[in-house]
């Protein structure tokens, strides 16, 4: 079957067209900065200060993204948790060689029992990662990619760390700290999220065509949970 189908969705000054190709997706975001923008424009450094030791999402939804993890991290592997906290959602019945956070709060890092090393760091003042080129197994991007103001010099700088056919596996339910989400977050659907997240890959230009999977556990019930997941190319 050769069919394409043109969807555009008119968000204020945003133009979004998303292309269906087989099962192959183009998307095409116009970001402009005022997408990116927030309500809280001070310091990250300042908001994340005090530490939250809490997972930001219910139960069924962590089992439901360790069950993720299970499958696509690579067992053995080097895994970097980009904006990490007090837990990484990594199955326990599974090891791996190492897992660094890279977050902003470093008590919440140090309660970590997953990491094995931390680096605590501002990815909106500084997008460039503290790690070598290919240098890792896998990516993950926990409930957090709502906070990034660069987000595709962030997806770039993943892309150069992460070892070639390595998975980046970014999650996001429907929570956020709403003043430092961007303007944007804010304005789209899960699916447009789940779209947003796909432009961000797209735009690093440094990986495969990207997939979304919705692994809410219990539709209304739950707290939803959602993927976008590509690899380094
Ligand atoms: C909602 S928490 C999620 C934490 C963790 N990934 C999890 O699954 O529980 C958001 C995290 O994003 C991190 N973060 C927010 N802004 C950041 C920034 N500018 N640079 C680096 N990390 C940031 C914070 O350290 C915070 O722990």
């Known amino acids: 079957m050769n069919q394409i189908f043109v969807i555009t969705l008119p968000l204020h000054a945003l133009l979004i067209q998303t292309l269906f190709i087989y099962n192959y997706r183009i998307t095409m975001f116009e970001l402009l900065a005022e997408h990116l923008r927030r309500i809280d424009e001070a310091s990250d450094a300042h908001f994340y200060s005090q530490p939250r030791l809490v997972k930001h999402i219910d139960p069924l939804?962590?089992?439901?993204?360790?069950?993720?993890f299970r499958e696509k991290l690579p067992a053995g592997g080097v895994i970097l948790d980009l904006m990490s906290s007090c837990?990484?959602?990594?199955?326990e019945d599974c090891s791996y060689e190492s897992v660094i956070g890279l977050g902003m709060n470093e008590i919440e890092l140090q309660?970590?029992?997953?990491?094995?090393?931390?680096?605590?760091?501002n990815l909106n003042t500084n997008p460039k990662l503290p790690f070598d080129d290919d240098s890792?197994?896998?990516?993950?991007?926990?409930?957090?990619?709502?906070y990034l103001v660069r987000p595709i010099?962030?997806?770039?700088?993943?892309?150069?760390?992460?070892?070639?056919?390595?998975?980046?596996i970014v999650s996001f339910s429907n929570r956020c700290f709403p003043t430092k989400a961007v303007a944007i977050?804010?304005?789209?659907?899960?699916?447009?999220?789940?779209?947003?997240v796909g432009h961000y890959f797209d735009a690093a230009e440094l990986f495969e065509p990207f997939e979304i999977v919705d692994l809410s556990p219990n539709q209304s019930h739950t707290d939803p949970l959602f993927i976008v997941c590509a690899y380094a190319n």
Request: proline share 5%; net charge negative.
């Open 185 to 196: 977050w804010h304005q789209l659907s899960d699916r447009g999220h789940a779209e947003l």
């Open 153 to 168: 010099a962030v997806f770039q700088d993943i892309g150069r760390i992460l070892r070639s056919r390595c998975p980046c």
């Open 136 to 146: 890792f197994d896998a990516c993950i991007v926990t409930v957090s990619v709502q």
């Open 87 to 91: 837990a990484s959602h990594l199955p």
């Open 61 to 68: 939804a962590c089992n439901a993204l360790t069950g993720y």
């Open 111 to 121: 309660a970590n029992p997953q990491l094995t090393d931390y680096v605590v760091s």
